[in-house]
């Protein structure tokens, strides 16, 4: 069975959006932990909005030790109601988001990772389709923004399960769902 990493870089007051505010933490320790996570999946699971912007972006990239190439390979399933013409290995999963996520899930193949898509992993995790919650938090306060969580966000509790540190000052704060 695969599982569901979402991979969300947050400021300590929640912010999502725009992460233009990473830039001065990501190093090479950050890269090779990114790295790892993007090698250990075999599919995006993408929001709409962040689909969008990557499939703007990535497939002009290049690099060194493959990252641009294998994000642009792998297949993306994208959660949308308002796109209809799939574009950069993507597949849309168009009706009931969750019963598709199941259905993913079931079948053989390594992780489905999700990055940013705040909706969307607020709409997994009630679901309680999320297996792993990867928080890049980084020491900056935006004061405003979209949130991550929000008072619409579902009730979960987590337990945590590692927490990666770069010498940035950034960290990766790894959760699992509790017990149930």
Do not use: C
């Not at 990473?22 to 909005?49: H, K």
């Not at 002009?60 to 493959?66: A, H, L, Q, R």
């Not at 950069?88 to 009706?95: C, E, K, V």
């Not at 679901?127 to 792993?132: F, G, S, T, Y």
């Amino acid at each position: 069975m695969r599982k569901v990493i979402a991979s969300v870089y947050v400021t300590l007051d929640g912010v999502m959006e725009s992460p233009a505010w990473t830039a001065p933490y990501f190093n090479d320790e950050a890269a090779a932990f990114a790295r790892s996570q993007l090698f250990a999946a075999d599919a995006l699971l993408l929001g709409r909005v962040t689909y969008q912007g990557f499939a703007s972006a990535w497939p002009s990239m290049t690099d060194d030790d493959g990252f641009a190439d294998r994000m642009n390979a792998m297949p993306k399933y994208v959660a949308t109601t308002t796109l209809n013409a799939p574009e950069w290995n993507a597949t849309f999963l168009t009706g009931d988001v969750p019963a598709a996520v199941t259905e993913l899930k079931q079948q053989d193949g390594g992780d489905l990772l999700v990055y940013g898509s705040g909706d969307l992993v607020n709409t997994l995790l009630k679901h309680e389709l999320i297996d792993e919650l990867r928080l890049w938090t980084h020491p900056v306060i935006e004061g405003a923004g979209k949130r991550l969580f929000t008072e619409t966000s579902p009730k979960a509790t987590l337990q945590p399960i590692g927490t990666t540190a770069f010498s940035t000052g950034a960290q990766v704060h790894a959760f699992a769902p509790a017990a149930r």
